[in-house]
Nanobody, 111 residues
Framework: QVQLVESGGGLVQPGGSLRLSCAASGIFLRVYPVSWYRQAPGKERDLVAGITNTGSTNFADSVKGRFAVFRDNAKNTVYLQMNDLKPEDTAVYYC?????WGKGTLVTVSS
């Protein structure tokens, strides 16, 4: 059974940083592309960032230069490093691999 578990969310002030984790069981993340999505209240779920099995990354224009995504294959975990956070980054962040989704972790950016 595949499980994806996000963690690392919380309340942070504008300009601050957070690192989200997506830990997997039942699947080897290194074999698959992994994506991070987010959903703000009242809005659709949008793609934020992704990393391929070869390590190539892509980012939404709104987070380019501020977010990074990387893998730790030994821990079977993918991370989303978020810097210079803005109030508009407030959302529930989800990890996605193929048809599997985690339950999300809430990020709130507020002073």
């Amino acid at each position: 059974q595949v499980q994806l578990v996000e963690s690392g969310g919380g309340l942070v002030q504008p300009g601050g940083s957070l690192r989200l984790s997506c830990a997997a069981s039942g699947i080897f993340l290194r074999v698959y592309p992994v994506s991070w999505y987010r959903q703000a209240p009242g809005k659709e779920r949008d793609l934020v960032a992704g990393i391929t099995n070869t390590g190539s990354t892509n980012f939404a224009d709104s987070v380019k230069g501020r977010f990074a995504v990387f893998r730790d294959n030994a821990k079977n975990t993918v991370y989303l490093q978020m810097n210079d956070l803005k109030p508009e980054d407030t959302a529930v962040y989800y990890c996605n691999v193929l048809r599997w989704w985690g339950k999300g972790t809430l990020v709130t950016v507020s002073s």
